[in-house]
T-cell receptor
Framework: GENVEQHPSTLSVQEGDSAVIKCTYSDSASNYFPWYKQELGKGPQLIIDIRSNVGEKKDQRIAVTLNKTAKHFSLHITETQPEDSAVYFCAASIFGGSNYKLTFGKGTLLTVNP | DVKVTQSSRYLVKRTGEKVFLECVQDMDHENMFWYRQDPGLGLRLIYFSYDVKMKEKGDIPEGYSVSREKKERFSLILESASTNQTSMYLC??????????FGPGTRLTVT
């Protein structure tokens, strides 16, 4: 089955700096890669996703890049703010499959220091 | 707005007890999931259901069972709770897209 590795497990940045979280996946059939943000006391929430026919996707201060050859994708957050502090999870799946199952990475605790 | 609710935010049970965790979604989603979340281990899929009365094992089904009698409700059952089942349990649902909508979680402590 799919295996998703996520690094780093913790990341601390100063407000205004950029943050990068990296993930690798094992199943070359995977073609859908979402990122979820989990704030304290809440369930994870989708913030951005990318499919394998696209190399990069941006949404305001967040962007995701995908390297299919290397089986590697990354989340980039620019101009970080204290409200970006949360746990971030990457995931992988086969879009078009019948059960919408996601395999998650182990998460990154991002702390943005004011 | 999609809403996924879980019956309890915090639960304390004794070893050997039968435990029911309930999840309800209000968007007529076909697919529902149960995960457990542990520090350093991320989100691990226990069971999922893609239709009423249909279920499939996830990555860590041992010690758990599920029930889906109605489309909106998906229950996780710990037949005989053990201390290694102390964890955060998250329910999620999705329909026709890959965005999974999560509930707030139930923190279960087994003593």
């Amino acid at each position: 089955g799919e295996n998703v590795e996520q690094h780093p497990s913790t990341l601390s940045v100063q407000e205004g700096d950029s943050a990068v979280i990296k993930c690798t996946y094992s199943d070359s059939a995977s073609n859908y890669f979402p990122w979820y943000k989990q704030e304290l006391g809440k369930g994870p929430q989708l913030i951005i996703d990318i499919r394998s026919n696209v190399g990069e996707k941006k949404d305001q201060r967040i962007a995701v890049t995908l390297n299919k050859t290397a089986k590697h994708f990354s989340l980039h957050i620019t101009e970080t703010q204290p409200e970006d502090s949360a746990v971030y999870f990457c995931a992988a799946s086969i879009f078009g499959g019948s059960n919408y199952k996601l395999t998650f990475g182990k998460g990154t605790l991002l702390t943005v220091n004011p | 707005d999609v809403k996924v609710t879980q019956s309890s935010r915090y639960l304390v049970k004794r070893t050997g007890e039968k435990v029911f965790l309930e999840c309800v979604q209000d968007m007529d989603h076909e697919n529902m999931f149960w995960y457990r979340q542990d520090p350093g281990l991320g989100l691990r899929l226990i069971y999922f259901s893609y239709d009423v009365k249909m279920k499939e094992k996830g990555d860590i089904p041992e010690g758990y069972s599920v029930s889906r009698e109605k489309k909106e409700r998906f229950s996780l059952i710990l037949e005989s709770a053990s201390t290694n089942q102390t964890s955060m349990y998250l329910c999620a649902s999705t329909q026709g897209s890959y965005e999974q909508y999560f509930g707030p979680g139930t923190r279960l402590t087994v003593t």
